[in-house]
């Protein structure tokens, strides 16, 4: 299958006669640039774009796309052309290719980051959403996926490109995660975290030693306060959880469950910070 990585944002550019300018930059899996091409900001519509990618050869079956505001001019052109359009942060070769180019996207020398992107405050989760208890586990990377993969969980997100072996994770390193007793609200708020796609879950400190929470990076830029806490028990708890992210390479995991025996679960992630 072929999958091309693609992305059309203003740089911080301008031609002789001072129009912002704009850049399709394609590329596939490997990093390698399948196509360039710039324009002013009052040729950036849909039209250009479209006749530029139709121009190409062996068009794709799926573009992915991590920056918001590419999203809807690529999800027409995809209507139109029949490609699927994937929305991910998991867009590792376009994204290094973006930032080797970062000097190229500047005449003033200052910084710039053209893979970053503005995020909104974090939005609490929903109060209907709410489980009855939560904490964290952990699980030895060589018994991870086995635990739940044959299990018949309502919802099961474990993508083979995070399972530990894959990622060159030693079979007793703990992998850190959060647990969530859902009760009556369990397949409601696992259908949630399914709905807005998590990417990450980690500890933000409010004050030091004594309060925090827990953030979930989901979507492309969404946030959520998923837990919070004022306690310096589960201070201490937060931070050994973000530290064994560190030794298993970002990888975690949220795991819903109707209750505490054990016996079933609702829902599992496997998920990877940057």
Known sequence: MKIWQVDFYKRPLKDENGNLIWELLICDEQENIIYEAKCKQSEATLTWLENNIKSLEKLPEIIQVFRPQSVSLLTEIGKKLGIQIETTRETKALKNVLKKRASQYTITGEKYDPTKLEKPAPLPLPEQLWGEDWGFASINAGDLVDMFINRPIPIRNLPEKLHP?????????????????????????????????????????????????????????????????????????????QQRQQDSKGLHFILVQPDNTGLTYTGIWLLKSE
């Open 165 to 241: 072996i894959n990622l060159g994770i030693s079979s007793n390193i703990p992998i850190p995660g959060v647990v969530i007793t859902g009760g009556r609200k369990s397949l409601q708020l696992a259908q949630w975290l399914e709905e807005v796609k998590p990417y990450s879950l980690n500890y933000l400190v409010t004050e030091i030693g004594i309060s925090g929470g827990l953030i979930l990076e989901a979507g492309l830029i969404e946030r959520y306060v998923l837990l919070t806490f004022e306690d310096q028990e589960f201070s201490q708890a937060a931070q050994q959880y």
